[in-house]
C-alpha cells in the first residue's frame, strides 16, 4: 500500500502565504506524477498543479505566478509554496500521486486533505 499524508493548510488573510506539504510512504518503487486539486464549496474539484518525475510542471490558470509547485525525489515529498493568497482560493487541497508499486504495476493515490482558508 501506498500512503500520502498532507500537511501546511490552515487560516491566512487575504494576500498571505502557505506551504502544503505532501509525503508519500509505503511500497514504492518509483513515483510517476504528483499533483495538488482542490475542492471549493460548492464547486467540482479541480486540478491546481502537477509536476513529473522529471520536474515538468503545469498551473491551472487561476494560480499561475502565485503557486510554486517543488518536489524532493529523495524524500517521495512535494510542495506547494502558495503566495498572494486570495479568498477564492480557499478549498480542501488535496494531493494526488501515480505510483509505480513494481516496474510494471502503478496505483494511483489520494491524500486525506487540507484545509486552506483566506479570509480577514
Known amino acids: 500500500q501506498v500512503q500520502l499524508v498532507e500537511s501546511g493548510g490552515g487560516l491566512v488573510q487575504p494576500g498571505g502565504s502557505l506551504r502544503l506539504s505532501c509525503a508519500a510512504s509505503?511500497?514504492?518503487?518509483?513515483?510517476?506524477?504528483m499533483a495538488w486539486y482542490r475542492r471549493a464549496p460548492g464547486k467540482q474539484r479541480e486540478l491546481v498543479a502537477a509536476?513529473?518525475?522529471?520536474?515538468?510542471?503545469n498551473y491551472a490558470d487561476s494560480v499561475k505566478g502565485r503557486f510554486t509547485f517543488s518536489r524532493d525525489n529523495a524524500k517521495n515529498t512535494v510542495y506547494l509554496q502558495m503566495n498572494s493568497l486570495k479568498p477564492e482560493d480557499t478549498a480542501v487541497y488535496y494531493c494526488?500521486?501515480?505510483?509505480?508499486?513494481?516496474?510494471?504495476?502503478?496505483?494511483?493515490?489520494w491524500g486525506q486533505g487540507t484545509l486552506v482558508t483566506v479570509s480577514s
Open positions: 509536476i513529473t518525475s522529471g520536474g515538468n510542471t
Open positions: 494526488n500521486a501515480v505510483v509505480y508499486t513494481t516496474p510494471s504495476r502503478y496505483l494511483e493515490v
Open positions: 509505503g511500497s514504492i518503487f518509483s513515483i510517476y506524477t
